[in-house]
C-alpha cells in the first residue's frame, strides 16, 4: 500500500473505503442514488504542525466528514487528501 506521495503539515491521504452496491435485504443500489463514503484507511501522513505532531499512522481506519477534502486520483486509484483536524475519529 505505498504510494510515492508525502503529505505536508497537518494533512493525510485517505483511501476511501468503497461504498455499499448492496442492501442489507439485497437490493442493489444504483450510482446515482450511493452515498459517499465517510470512511477510509490512512495511506499517508504529514509530520504535523510546530508543536502538534499528527496523531493518525499508516494504516489506520478512520471517518473523516461527508464533504471534507480534496480528491485526487494517484497511480489509477482515487484517494482523498484532508486536514488531520477535518478527522473525526479512529475506528478501532
Known sequence: MSVN???L???VL???IAAETKTASGIIIPDTAKEK?????????????KDEPTTVQV???VLY???SGSELKLDGKDYLIVKEG???GIIG
Open 14 to 16: 485517505i483511501e476511501p
Open 37 to 49: 463514503p465517510q470512511e477510509g484507511t490512512v495511506v499517508a501522513a504529514g509530520p504535523g504542525k
Open 65 to 67: 466528514g461527508k464533504y
Open 9 to 11: 503539515a497537518d494533512r
Open 5 to 7: 506521495f508525502k503529505p
Open 86 to 88: 477535518d478527522l473525526l
Open 59 to 61: 494504516g489506520d481506519k
